[in-house]
């Protein structure tokens, strides 16, 4: 089983301040991990991703995320908030056994870039 | 980048009503998904699809939900009898090694 758990569903930076979006997951095997970005009335967009190799990952967009076994985290960060930035983020992970390899996101946070 | 392509945008049908919502994967990839976004709420799990038939299912899918893929290309979620609480944004997705690539969705009114 996994699950995904990311702690505050709103969270509001100002333009150029740096950007934290919490991540915690649990998994029974070795995870995959991503964050997505979902901007009003459109669809997922992979941000990034972590699935072995390198435990920072740098994404699209100035993103970055690093994976962390010893707290099962998955934090994403950009040092400076851009106001398009603005949007709803999702964690998700899976993993890579058997044929069942969907995805489970967490319930989301909503970035808001104060100008 | 590839693209998983979904039809309809938006579609608005009658409570009871059957409807099927339509996805072209990305054409080398084996693993297909469908996922549900009620409005507000965080994107749920309903299916997965590999080798021509479910892999797995969450509890959402249940005997009002089918899948398809009708012609080797085309990945479809039927859902019959639609009912209120089916509105939502319905996502398909496809994958291959471990990246699921999402389409823009299918915004499903019941009314």
């Known amino acids: 089983a996994q699950s995904v758990t990311q702690l505050g569903s709103h969270v509001s930076v100002s333009e150029g301040a740096l950007v934290l979006l919490r991540c915690n997951y649990s998994s029974s095997v070795p995870p995959y991990l991503f964050w997505y970005v979902q901007y009003p009335n459109q669809g997922l967009q992979l941000l990034l991703k972590?699935?072995?190799?390198?435990?920072l990952v740098k994404g699209i967009n100035g993103f970055e995320a690093e994976f962390k076994k010893s707290e099962t985290s998955f934090h994403l960060t950009k040092p400076s908030a851009h106001m398009s930035d603005a949007a709803e983020y999702f964690c998700?992970?899976?993993?890579?056994?058997?044929?069942?390899?969907?995805?489970?996101f967490g319930s989301g946070t909503q970035l808001t870039v104060l100008p | 980048e590839p693209e998983v392509t979904q039809t309809p945008s938006h579609q608005v049908t009658q409570m009871g009503q059957e409807v099927i919502l339509r996805c072209v994967p990305i054409s080398n990839h084996l693993y297909f998904y469908w996922y549900r976004q009620i409005l507000g709420q965080k994107v749920e799990f309903l299916v997965s699809f590999y080798n021509n038939e479910i892999s797995e299912k969450s509890e959402i899918f249940d005997d009002q939900f089918s899948v398809e893929r009708p012609d080797g290309s085309n990945f479809t979620l039927k859902i019959r009898s639609t009912k209120l609480e089916d509105s939502a944004m319905y996502f398909c997705?496809?994958?291959?090694?471990?990246?699921?690539?999402f389409g823009q969705g299918t915004r499903l009114t019941v009314v």
């Open positions: 972590y699935t072995t190799g390198a435990t």
């Open positions: 997705a496809s994958s291959e090694s471990g990246r699921a690539f």
């Open positions: 998700a992970v899976t993993h890579i056994q058997g044929s069942a390899r969907q995805l489970t």
